[in-house]
């Protein structure tokens, strides 16, 4: 059992857990009560695991001396290599902003987080670490003299429970964009779990109901890949906690309804340089998009079809793209309208930033900014020239007008997507032979059984017809 905390134990515990070296944690550790400790890291899909330790072996986990079975984790190691190290990254140090109770209600003392790499025992970098992927791109970046930056926008569906706690597609709401109480019914939730963001350090931005009945979007603070990707991954365990503590069911699904809009995250990007936004150019002729930021949209949209299997990784995120539901299907990019892939928003100076479209919330953020990343730099290192900025309404278009454009398609499915990914080499470079190989695997796998299934659908049309 569970309660949030007050306002006042909140703030105070997110004033003084952050940006405290190994000594200052074991003392706020001790100071607060804190009886557990989370090593979390994401496995290839993006799902968070962690290993818990108790207080006796604090010391042990913040010099990274704590082992766990990889060969447990999909897609990390075989059986006779399975010893891995958890290595935390100091700064990521919070305090879970719960009490925590057993079923007499016993206090069982406070729970603590450090988000970890993944490390081999003779103490080198594992290449299967999605964390150090990202960190290996981000170097690429800096080697060239850039800084990245992005701001996810993920959407989010709550559902009601059954009975029995299994999770339903039964909304509790009918509200659409941006509706106000009493038709969001889930407003009680938002705030429940922005109040708990705000605990972990997080600065919340806004937050709204979506299009679809039960569609919510929580948006927080543009700030580096690395701290976003982490962010992110603490998000997704937030909303779904605190939905679940209020009886609800959050998933991050990226079509859970046959009908409604889809759940997207919609990712801003931008790349510093000593200080500066490298994507703003006061004296550009077409309304201050630097060439820095034309090279990076170009290498975005080259090999968007070869990361779309990163950005939208299930079977399901190929429902959501597809038109009429406001989700891009198309390769191109514009400076006004929303159909495109990329768009790149009105704003200019240090908030001049593309907006990628195609992603959904399923996906692994590691990898995911991983592959963007390496996408922009790939058009800013070979300076690639996107076509034209579209103004039309992609979606409207017939097919002959977007082969004139020499407009391209994403993938259709996850079976398309998985192939195009195999075909580029700049995003396989980014991700590693390992994560590479053992993702491409991994989705293989899930697409054969998919389509191997026979669904309702097939039932409903061909069963009484032939």
């Known amino acids: 059992m569970t309660t949030t905390l007050t306002r006042s134990e909140l703030k105070a515990c997110t004033t003084i857990s952050q940006g405290m070296d190994r000594k200052q944690i074991l003392e706020h550790m001790r100071d607060n009560d804190v009886r557990f400790l989370r090593l979390q890291f994401t496995d290839i899909t993006g799902i968070n695991k962690n290993v818990e330790v108790p207080s006796s072996q604090f010391a042990k986990a913040l010099d990274g001396e704590v082992m766990f079975d990889g060969s447990s984790i999909d897609g990390f190691t075989r059986i006779e290599e399975s010893d891995m190290l958890l290595k935390p990254d100091h700064s990521t140090y919070r305090v879970d902003p719960w009490a925590t109770y057993d079923r007499n209600g016993r206090d069982q003392g406070r729970v603590a987080r450090l988000i970890c790499d993944v490390y081999n025992p003779d103490e080198t970098p594992f290449v299967g670490c999605p964390r150090t992927a990202l960190k290996r791109v981000q170097e690429q970046a800096a080697a060239l003299g850039y800084t990245a930056s992005a701001g996810p926008e993920a959407e989010f569906f709550l559902f009601l429970k059954t009975p029995n706690g299994e999770p339903t597609t039964e909304t509790h709401d009918s509200a659409g964009y941006f509706d106000l109480a009493p038709i969001d019914l889930g407003e009680e939730c938002r705030r429940e779990i922005v109040i708990a963001l705000e605990a972990l350090g997080f600065e919340i931005e806004a937050a709204h109901h979506e299009v679809a009945p039960g569609q919510h979007e929580i948006d927080f603070k543009y700030g580096d890949m690395l701290s976003t990707a982490d962010n992110l991954a603490t998000f997704r365990f937030v909303v779904r ?114 907006e990628l479209r195609s992603p959904d919330p399923s996906c692994n953020p590691y990898l995911a900014f991983a592959v963007m990343l390496a996408a922009g730099l790939d058009g800013v290192k070979n300076k690639i020239t996107p076509p034209e900025p579209v103004t039309a309404n992609v979606y409207t278009m017939s097919a002959r007008e977007r082969a004139r454009l020499k407009i391209k398609s994403l993938p259709g499915d996850l079976g398309e997507a998985i192939s195009l990914l195999e075909k580029d080499e700049v995003i396989k470079a980014a991700l590693g032979a390992h994560i590479t190989e053992q993702f491409i695997n991994a989705k293989r796998q899930e697409w054969h059984e998919f389509i191997g299934q026979v669904h309702q659908w097939e039932l409903d049309r061909y069963l009484a017809t032939f």
């Open 241 to 354: 906690r605190v939905a679940r503590d209020m009886g609800l069911h959050a998933t991050f699904m990226p079509k859970p309804i046959f009908g409604q809009n889809g759940s997207g995250m919609h990712v801003h990007q931008s790349l510093f340089k000593d200080g500066q936004n490298a994507f703003y150019d006061k004296k550009a002729p077409d309304g201050g998009v630097s060439d820095v930021m034309r090279h990076y949209v170009g290498g975005l949209l080259a090999h968007a079809r070869g990361f779309t299997a990163i950005a939208n990784p299930t079977v399901n995120s190929y429902k959501r793209l597809v038109p009429g539901y406001e989700a891009p299907t198309h390769l191109a990019w514009s400076m006004q309208n929303r159909s495109p892939l990329i768009r790149v928003p009105a704003r200019r100076g240090v908030g001049t930033r593309c």
